[in-house]
């Protein structure tokens, strides 16, 4: 049995179950068609053990190529045309089945597809199974940036089976990583002390504890404040420089886990600008970092451009900018308008 945490909106109250599939057969049985989204490269790693946990006859399977270049409008007008092809209804069922981007992605299709149907996680990544499929963030990129178009839309479960972990790249399992570590960083001082004692990639158990922590950890400040109003904008920890980071790169030059790592440093160096947050304490959360290989260091080549773009960000409201800052380790705040001055300095060092 795997270890379950309940996660409760305004709308909804839903289940991440952690382990393995168990339960999914019996959800699935309800739902007329069921449509899979997925990439070429899980689907021929695994798609055969999901099938055999689906009591339906009618179910269909659409890929969409892996990686953030290809989270934009054109992958969901795909997967609401294969939904239309095989004519899906409002008692049908999507199933995300891979990482983030297919999650954000498959989580959005569903919420516009006849105005809403419904749809589950099942996260392959690290990343996606400490944080994407958790929360009902779905969404798209544009040339803008990232996340820029998207819905609030929980999913009716979540399922974790940390096997899909074996066959994930050292590169991917790193940045996955940085995710726990943020949450850690901004909500449990326990929790980031702990991770600086053990060793994710050499330990199941201790893994599986970190996946545990961190979902129940998002569980309940989602179950707070599903629309990020106030203390879910503390999960964006890292995202605001990390975003601009990614759409920089291409999206293609560094993975998202890489761009939020790096991030949470230039976060960290306004925090200690501000007085919010030791030298030393900045030092043991790149340190962290660096023991799983996350990059820590980016030169910002136009510091003019950098900073208008931070005001695409979707935490700027009025023309306002809004940064969340570790208060030390344990505590966040989000604060508005640093000093010009002090922006720079931290984005140059």
Known sequence: MPEVIQISTNNQ????????????????????KILIVTNPHICALHINK???????KNIF????????????????????????????????????????????????????????????????TLLSQVDASVGGKTGVNNSFGKNLIGTFYQPKAVYIDTDFLDTLPKREFSAGISEIIKIAVCFDRDFFDWLENVNLVDS????????CRSVALKADIVSKDEKENSIRAGLNYGHTFGHIIELLGNYSLYLHGESVGMGMCKANNLAVLLGMLECKDSIRISNLLKKYHIPTEYKISDLDDFYHRLFLDKKSQNSNLRFVIPNGIGDMKIITNPPKELLFEAMSR
Do not use: W
């Not at 899906?88 to 999507?94: A, F, P, V």
């Not at 199941?204 to 996946?211: E, G, N, S, T, V």
């Open 50 to 56: 999901i099938l055999s946990c689906l009591d339906s």
């Open 13 to 32: 109250t839903y289940n991440i179950n952690i382990g393995n599939l168990y339960g999914l057969n019996a959800l699935s049985n309800s739902y007329s």
């Open 204 to 211: 199941k158990k201790d893994l599986q504890y970190a996946i």
């Open 61 to 124: 399977i659409c890929t969409i190529k892996d990686g953030e270049q290809y989270k934009n409008l054109s992958s969901i007008e795909y997967i609401l045309e294969n939904a239309f092809i095989h004519k899906l209804d409002r008692k049908s069922l999507i199933i995300a089945f891979g990482g983030g981007v297919i999650s954000d992605m498959s989580g959005f299709a569903a919420s516009i597809y006849q105005r809403g149907i419904d749809f589950i996680s099942i996260p392959t």
